[in-house]
T-cell receptor, first 112, second 115 residues
Framework: QKEVEQDPGPLSVPEGAIVSLNCTYSNSAFQYFMWYRQYSRKGPELLMY????GNKEDGRFTAQVDKSSKYISLFIRDSQPSDSATYLC????????????FGKGITLSVRP | DGGITQSPKYLFRKEGQNVTLSCEQNLNHDAMYWYRQDPGQGLRLIYYSQIVNDFQKGDIAEGYSVSREKKESFPLTVTSAQKNPTAFYLC??????????????FGPGTRLTVL
């Protein structure tokens, strides 16, 4: 079993839809959780990060972490064509080790 | 402008050649990383360095080498020993964000193609 599993996609939704992107993980020692957005042929950009169970909201984006179920989600409300990108979840252990473990990414397409 | 630069954007290599990918950051970050991205594979860590003159192997270091002589620079050499080097290479750097997390910021990437 891989440490981080991400829904494979691709995912296509109409403009205005609510999008739910999900990752599961097997290592209960992961303490920090991130979502990156990557446009085609570009480097990933950090979208959201959190370190505790619960929800964190930033505009149209909400990151949700459930440590008891080892499950994280990213919700996008009122999705826009500009949200079309690949979304990668990433996780990090606590302590001084700064390595991230990434999911494979899911490609989202928002149709006008 | 602060950020991470990678050069070149596109690189073509003949089989048997070594090539070096450049990564420079002016963010004053201590840690730097190299990842490889293949379609459907996500990001895989090649090497990382948490301080100048020190670096560690990641998950797929075979066929690659790095150096970290300056804080702002972390070049990656793809050697002829790397059997399947065609990929998108991403450099990242990180610093502690409010003491809680090492947030990684990525460069724009270099696409390497072996002819």
């Amino acid at each position: 079993q891989k440490e981080v599993e991400q829904d494979p996609g691709p995912l296509s939704v109409p403009e205005g839809a609510i999008v739910s992107l999900n990752c599961t993980y097997s290592n209960s020692a992961f303490q920090y959780f991130m979502w990156y957005r990557q446009y085609s042929r570009k480097g990933p950009e950090l979208l959201m990060y959190t370190y505790s169970s619960g929800n964190k909201e930033d505009g149209r984006f909400t990151a949700q972490v459930d440590k008891s179920s080892k499950y994280i989600s990213l919700f996008i409300r009122d999705s826009q064509p500009s949200d079309s990108a690949t979304y990668l979840c990433a996780m990090k252990l606590g302590g001084a080790n700064s390595k991230l473990t990434f999911g494979k990414g899911i490609t989202l397409s928002v149709r006008p | 402008d602060g950020g991470i630069t990678q050069s070149p954007k596109y690189l073509f290599r003949k089989e048997g050649q070594n090539v070096t990918l450049s990564c420079e950051q002016n963010l004053n970050h201590d840690a730097m990383y190299w990842y490889r991205q293949d379609p459907g594979q996500g990001l895989r860590l090649i090497y990382y360095s948490q301080i100048v003159n020190d670096f560690q192997k990641g998950d797929i270091a075979e066929g690659y080498s790095v150096s970290r002589e300056k804080k702002e620079s972390f070049p990656l050499t793809v050697t002829s020993a790397q059997k399947n080097p065609t990929a998108f290479y991403l450099c990242a750097s990180s610093t502690r964000d409010r003491g809680r997390i090492d947030t990684q910021y990525f460069g724009p990437g270099t696409r390497l193609t072996v002819l």
